[in-house]
């Protein structure tokens, strides 16, 4: 028994020698070795407010002045908090002088260089801002990166020409860039030139499908859908939207979009049922994932689709919970509201409510939400009969060999999509006709049109000829 006791002992001695030892050699390491000295002090700064991280960083820094990595870190937290405070003046200005520091001791780090090229674009110090940047293309011009980075400024500043060059150029250094794939979408957006910012977006779309990248295809899916929207074509966006559901079911502001354009479609039924039956719901709009912005979309929605089913009590409702959680309405919207639900005349109420163009009153509301305030407008159309015809051609042309498609087209999908457009038309009868004016189709075929050459690689050649890419 001594034995064991004397052997348990020693062990023991033993273990707590070696404890205390690394012990020892880690404040040793630390006391010698800033970087390890300044991950304990990182780790040990978690949880704390974003302020005494700054703080204790920048007194880090100060301790160690020729530590570079702790300078960048105090130099980045002020600059991520600097952008979200109120008032970020003082903020941002430390983080241009501890840039400045980093650039004195490494005139070529690469981090400094960016993020005040970034600092500088935001408070539109083009020149400045382009001076950085343009030094690190001096230091990597094979980054296809730091090209997009000169294509955003030149964006920002309306030199939409220059900024295509950029992308190309980012885009001939790295074919596989999507993100220069969606820079052109917002660049060819800004020029009208809706076909080519289509091709762009589904470029880009497929890039991030083929490397795995979910949450960038989400989002490029959802810009597919709402540049189908702003160029007219109503049903494309909504099959757009459907799949952003159906791909992620937690994806709040595809359902109040895709109710939006349901009810372009002239079809509030399903508008309503769609926002029901979703985590939108009113009878869960109390949930933290359901921000106030998404709530007050998904109201107004609701609102508009009740009106135009005439159940202007359950439509005042839902614009009176809207108008609590910040949106605003014209001065005499409810008054009219009121006076319509007093009133038997159907015709005569619409009129009064409406405007000429559309059966439900106009709202000066302006959405403060993840998608532009130009969702919500309704303009004119010619019908859906011409959208159905448009598919037809495109059909026709490919099986009597007119055109040759590339892969980026298929037949399968386009006939799928009429047959979708089909049913979309019969769901929607007795709520909706031909000459109802909802959608907008000025120049849409002209923009079906591009959008397809675009598609195309390309057209029948004769025998024997070889086809030009």
């Known amino acids: 028994m001594d034995k064991k006791k004397l052997n348990f002992k020693i062990i023991a001695l033993i273990s707590a020698a070696t404890f205390l030892g690394l012990l020892i050699l880690t404040a040793l390491t630390a006391s010698l070795f800033p970087q390890t000295r300044f991950s304990i002090v990182k780790y040990l700064s978690k949880g704390r407010d974003i302020k005494e991280r700054i703080t204790i960083y920048e007194k880090f820094a100060d301790k160690y002045s020729s530590f570079i990595p702790a300078r960048l870190t105090a130099a980045k937290a002020n600059m991520q908090w600097g952008f979200f405070s109120p008032d970020n003046t003082d903020f941002i200005n430390k983080a241009i002088t501890l840039y400045g520091e980093v650039l004195k001791k490494d005139p070529q780090n690469r981090e400094a260089l960016q993020d005040l090229g970034f600092i500088y674009s935001q408070r539109e110090d083009f020149d400045k801002s382009k001076e950085y940047y343009t030094k690190l293309i001096e230091l990597d011009p094979k980054n296809s990166s730091y090209q997009l980075n000169l294509a955003r400024l030149y964006l920002q500043t309306d030199k939409l020409n220059t ?3 950029k992308t190309k150029e980012a885009l001939d250094l790295d074919a596989n860039n999507n993100e220069a794939h969606m820079l052109n ?14 091709y762009s977006c589904e470029k880009a779309l497929s890039g991030y499908t083929a490397t795995g990248n979910k949450d960038k295809a989400l989002s490029a899916r959802f810009q597919l859908g709402r540049l189908y929207l702003k160029a007219g074509l109503t049903i494309q966006a909504m099959q757009e939207y459907e799949k952003i559901i159906k791909a992620r079911p937690d994806f709040l502001t595809s359902y ?17 049922s769609l926002i029901l039956n979703s985590p939108l719901n009113p009878l869960f709009s109390t949930r933290d994932e359901v921000s106030v912005a998404v709530k007050a979309q998904s109201y107004y929605v609701l609102g508009q689709a009740y009106l135009r ?6 439509a005042r409702t839902y614009f009176k919970k809207a108008e609590v959680l910040g949106v605003e309405f014209k001065q005499g919207f409810f008054e009219n509201l009121e006076n319509v639900i007093t009133r038997s005349g159907q015709e005569k109420a619409l009129t009064t409510l409406g405007s000429k163009s559309s059966p439900y009153p106009e709202s000066s ?21 011409k959208t159905l015809d448009d598919y037809r051609q495109m059909v026709q042309e490919i099986e009597e060999g007119e055109v040759t498609v590339s892969e980026e087209v298929d037949r399968s999908e386009i006939e799928r999509s009429i047959e979708e457009l089909q049913a979309t038309a019969k769901e929607a009868q007795g709520s909706w006709a031909p000459t109802q004016q909802d959608q907008d189709r000025s120049g849409v075929e002209k923009i079906i049109k591009e959008y397809q050459t675009l598609k195309e690689k ?11 890419e």
């Open 458 to 468: 390309t057209k029948k050649a004769p025998e024997g000829a070889e086809q030009k």
């Open 256 to 272: 109040v979009v895709l109710a939006d354009t349901y009810l372009k479609l002239g079809m509030p039924d399903k508008s309503i």
């Open 365 to 385: 509301y302006k959405p403060q939400s993840p998608y532009p305030e130009d969702v919500y407008e309704a303009p004119e159309r010619e019908g859906i009969e």
């Open 185 to 198: 979408v917002a660049i060819y957006e800004k020029m009208n030139d809706f076909a080519s910012a289509l």
């Open 309 to 314: 089913k005439s159940d202007y009590i359950a």
């Open 163 to 165: 900024a295509l060059e």
